[in-house]
């Protein structure tokens, strides 16, 4: 059973508390704030018993105010999980803000569980109620807006048909090895190529360019029969897998998912061998949007943006925009890589819901620039639009309005976005993501926002508490 709330502190704890053992200044504004939101809880509380069958029985496990506030602990710090751990363990600060108090911390990998609970539409719902006690608190007022995009990669080596071929060679071999130990009687053999397929993938890639032009061919053919044969082994073995006499339950399940990851890992691997014939056999150019760049995070999307220091990103775009005081208010997973102009409109609807007041300024780089986002920024009563015109003879009076005092200034206010990416890349851990699948990916990018959200709130909180205690000259 999971409660909402954490325990209340033991005698000890508060002994300890009455000796001055207190939160530093952010961390305690923090969880003024989360206290004062008891739907932040709520949120958190169904997603950790969604799917679960008789939630209020067994094992008392994490409550809801521990879960996000060690989530949140996490991405503020940018630690991994085994030093959020040891340090919330070694430090009783870190323990009352996370609300263990004396309380043993569990492990690592339970609270990677209880994360991965969390839902992309949880993290957005948690934003959207801290923007909305920022406004109610009359911390932000919405007037600026700026926006940018940028990459976040996943967790993948730079893709090569031959080296993709090799990962589903190997892989399918180590889970074949796995199934095979937990159904020993199956009657067809496999047989491991993973030697050969590793020298033919490493001639590949050592091939000079004179080399390449005659050897390619011949050593990519090689290297897609060798995985041909894996994949159809493979699939040989599952099926006799299956009509398998199961022992006990438990081998049963463990021999279903192994079938299911084999099939998956073979599916994949098949979508790599259709591409490395059409593009090395048949010369023909296939398409980003057709290509596999990962067996293991298939999501991936290549990304060019005509960066000269990486010409090429494997990961997703990610549409950012920032409100005058900092506060992230909207933030979006891209699927492929969509021109930045097609984010204005959404941007707009997106400050429309959160607050009353029309924009005074709306600044975008010249990458956001097109007639039609130009009138949507007209329609939804922007009142500097700071988009700079790309391409194209400018009319007189474009030209003279982007040279105007207003829209220098917007262009100026704008480019502190590059800033606030930095610092979630930097501070918050956001320039790459080492979680498995599309929606932890989108759940890794929330949870930066949330905790650059939340650090600048607390910030904002305690300048204006200061402003306040200045005496009067």
């Known amino acids: 059973m999971r409660a909402i709330c954490s325990p209340q502190p033991s005698f000890a704890d508060l002994a300890l508390q009455a000796q001055g053992l207190a939160l530093d200044a952010t961390l305690r504004t923090i969880a003024t704030l989360l206290e004062e939101q008891p739907g932040l ?40 999980l085994r030093e959020l751990r040891e340090r919330t363990a070694d430090g009783y600060t870190l323990r009352i803000f996370t609300g263990f108090f004396s309380a043993p911390v569990p492990r690592h990998d339970a609270l990677h569980r209880a994360f991965t609970r969390l839902t992309p539409d949880t993290l957005r719902a948690l934003n959207d109620l801290v923007i909305r006690w920022a406004v109610a608190q009359g911390l932000e007022d919405g007037k600026k807006l700026r926006a940018d995009t940028t990459v976040v990669e996943t967790n993948v080596h730079y893709p090569t048909d031959s080296t993709l071929l090799w990962d589903g060679v190997r892989v399918l071999t180590r889970l074949v090895g796995k199934l095979r130990a937990t159904v020993p009687d199956l009657a067809v053999g496999f047989v491991n190529r993973t030697r050969s397929a590793r020298r033919r993938m490493q001639e590949i890639q050592r091939l000079t360019p004179t080399q390449r032009q005659d ?13 041909t044969a894996v994949v159809q082994a493979a699939r040989a073995v599952v099926a006799a897998a299956e009509t398998t006499p199961g022992a006990e339950p ?22 790599v ?22 067996i293991f995070e298939p999501h991936t999307d290549l990304i060019k943006r005509g960066k000269a220091q990486k010409p090429v990103e494997f ?21 492929g890589n ?8 959404p941007m707009l609807d997106r400050h429309r819901e959160l607050f009353a007041t029309p924009l005074d300024l709306g600044a975008m780089d010249r990458g956001f620039f097109s007639p039609l986002a130009v009138r949507a920024c007209e329609a939804a009563g922007v009142a500097v639009e700071c988009i700079p015109q790309r391409g194209g003879r400018k ?21 502190g976005i590059e800033g606030r990416i930095s610092v979630l890349f930097r501070g918050r851990g956001m320039k790459r993501c080492l979680l498995h699948g599309r929606e932890r990916f989108e759940l890794f990018v ?17 300048r204006r508490a200061a402003r306040r205690r200045r005496p009067a000259a």
């Open 41 to 80: 809880l709520d949120l958190v509380h169904d997603d950790l018993q969604r799917g679960l069958r008789s939630p209020r029985t067994g094992r008392t496990g994490l409550t809801a105010e521990q879960v996000l506030r060690t989530f949140i602990l996490q991405r503020i710090k940018n630690w991994d």
């Open 446 to 462: 929330g949870a930066a926002v949330l905790a650059n959200n939340l650090l600048l709130l607390a910030e904002l909180v305690q």
């Open 338 to 345: 969509p021109v930045d102009e097609t984010q204005v409109a």
């Open 273 to 294: 061998l259709e591409q490395a014939r059409r593009r090395v056999l048949d010369g023909e150019s296939v398409p980003n949007a057709e290509k596999l760049f990962s």
């Open 250 to 271: 438990v081998a049963a399940a463990q021999c279903a998912a192994l079938r299911e990851e084999i099939n998956t890992y073979c599916d994949r691997t098949e979508r």
């Open 315 to 335: 990961g997703h775009k990610v549409f950012l925009a920032e409100s005058g005081r900092g506060l992230i208010t909207d933030y979006r997973v891209l699927d």
């Open 395 to 415: 009319t007189p009076e474009r030209a003279a309005y982007e040279k105007s005092r207003p829209f220098r200034a917007g262009q100026r206010f704008r480019a």
């Open 215 to 227: 050897q390619q061919v011949p050593k990519y053919r090689a290297l897609i029969t060798i995985a």
